[in-house]
């Protein structure tokens, strides 16, 4: 079982940032990497930024130049630095890992931390 607890949310205006943080269980992030996803009210969840067990990062169109994911092995976290945000970028942020069995892959989510963006 994986365990994954974000957090950083909160209230911000356009063109603020926000760091957001998710501890992993145990050492998950390190051997599996980790994702960001959000869902905004009425749209469905999707990929923000992943990072895999290497270090390589993956972005989505909308937010490229404008976020990065990093991890640090070490305290079992991935973190999410999202600068000038925009209005379209308020929704639930989840932090994500996908754990690979041998009867196949199964992806683990937090709980969820709310991004507010608002003048």
């Known amino acids: 079982q994986v365990q994954l607890v974000e957090s950083g949310g909160g209230l911000v205006q356009p063109g603020g940032s926000l760091r957001l943080s998710c501890v992993g269980s145990h050492n998950t992030i390190e051997i599996y990497g980790a994702g960001w996803y959000r869902q905004a009210p009425g749209k469905q969840r999707e990929m923000v930024a992943r990072?895999?067990?290497?270090?390589?990062?993956q972005y989505a169109d909308s937010v490229q130049g404008r976020f990065t994911i990093s991890k640090d092995n070490a305290k079992r976290t991935t973190y999410l630095q999202m600068n000038n945000l925009e209005l379209e970028d308020a929704a639930v942020y989840y932090c994500?890992?996908?754990?690979?069995?041998?009867?196949?892959?199964?992806?683990?989510w937090g709980t969820g931390t709310v991004v507010n963006i608002s003048s």
């Open positions: 990072i895999d067990n290497l270090g390589s990062t």
């Open positions: 994500n890992v996908r754990k690979t069995y041998y009867s196949g892959p199964v992806d683990y």
